[in-house]
């Protein structure tokens, strides 16, 4: 079916909001990178993160009259005959495998040749998830314009990481990242799911940090055996990562029922390097300054976001067939 004037409003906004959700995700990524930089310790890191952001979003959830009922509305619907199952509200390991793999995989690979990982198993998994109709979007169609703005959201990132690969190499251990990115492509379907069925987006994000909790602390449980506690900074902004993922968990359960899963990830993978841009400009973590090859993979990626974004003409010449 075509889409409707609205529903194209809909979608343009929603890849905004996605954009909006990506800058977001990088400045925390910043922030919770440099807290477990301090740490020596990612997993008690991305803990930290999940614990501050879940703390916040319970209390929400016990004081706002919606996400109140979306206690009552999610378990009627698990209940209900074909309704949501319980796998389904289990998105959140997907965030807490991503922060196990940046410790157990980043220094080794590179973080460029990580984020390059990432972000093809992501929007691999969109193209799949659309597909199946796995998320509140329902099923989309593998299209040639979907496919190719897809594989130039992966080079984009390749570009804009480029000056960074010269001292990484592959291993099977890039296999690692690119799970964490299918999971993505998942998490974002399921828990725009369990949004649907709870009727809150503050009610889906608690849960979704509250499994991502739950996942982390068994992590660091083990860890903890092993090299003992980390030692806490004194520097009260480190802790503030957990709260800007209220936004970007709570603004992708409310986004992809409107972009689908593979726009949401193109959406968001552009706003994340335009806020690493952004960051380099007007926070640089280092001296080093910013690579051509950067600007000119944003640049590509908003390209891609927007070939994605192409109509389906092979499908609007088939309906206008004479029947």
Not at 20 to 27: I, K, M, N, Y
Request: proline content about 4%; charged content about 10%.
């Amino acid at each position: 079916m075509k889409p409707s004037g609205p529903q194209l409003r809909q979608r343009a906004l929603g890849m905004v909001g996605a954009a909006a959700v990506g800058v977001l995700l990088a400045v925390q990524a910043r922030i919770n990178g440099a807290l477990g930089a301090r740490m020596d310790d990612g997993i008690a890191a991305g803990l930290i993160s999940f614990l501050c952001g879940f703390a916040v979003l319970f209390a929400a959830s016990l004081v706002v009259p919606r996400a109140r009922r979306g206690f009552r509305n999610l378990a009627a619907e698990l209940r209900a005959p074909g309704g949501l199952r319980p796998w389904q509200c289990l998105g959140g390991v997907c965030g807490g495998y991503l922060v196990f793999t940046q410790g157990m995989a980043a220094t080794a690979l590179g973080v460029a040749m990580f984020t390059v990982a990432v972000v093809a198993g992501q929007v691999s998994s969109g193209l799949v998830v659309d597909r199946l109709g796995l998320g509140p979007a329902g099923p989309q169609r593998v299209t040639a314009t979907r496919l190719v703005g897809a594989a130039l959201a992966v080079v984009a990132v390749l570009i804009s990481v480029s000056a960074q690969l010269g001292g990484a190499h592959a291993s099977w251990l890039v296999l690692l990242p690119a799970l964490a990115g299918i999971g993505l492509g998942w998490q974002a379907a399921v828990n725009g799911r369990m949004k649907q069925a709870a009727d809150s987006a503050v009610f889906a994000a608690m849960v979704n940090f509250g499994v991502g909790m739950t996942a982390l602390a068994l992590a660091f449980a083990v860890e903890v055996l092993v090299r003992g506690l980390p030692e806490l900074p004194a520097d009260g902004w480190l802790y503030t990562g957990g709260f800007l993922g209220i936004f970007v968990i709570g603004g992708s359960v409310a986004l992809v029922r409107y972009t689908g899963v593979l726009l949401l990830s193109l959406g968001m993978i552009s706003g994340q390097l335009i806020g690493a841009l952004l960051l380099d400009v007007f926070a640089p973590a280092t001296g080093d300054g910013i690579a051509p090859s950067t600007a000119v993979g944003v640049l590509l990626t908003l390209v891609a976001v927007g070939v994605a974004a192409l109509p389906d003409r092979a499908g609007r010449d088939a309906r206008r067939l004479p029947r």
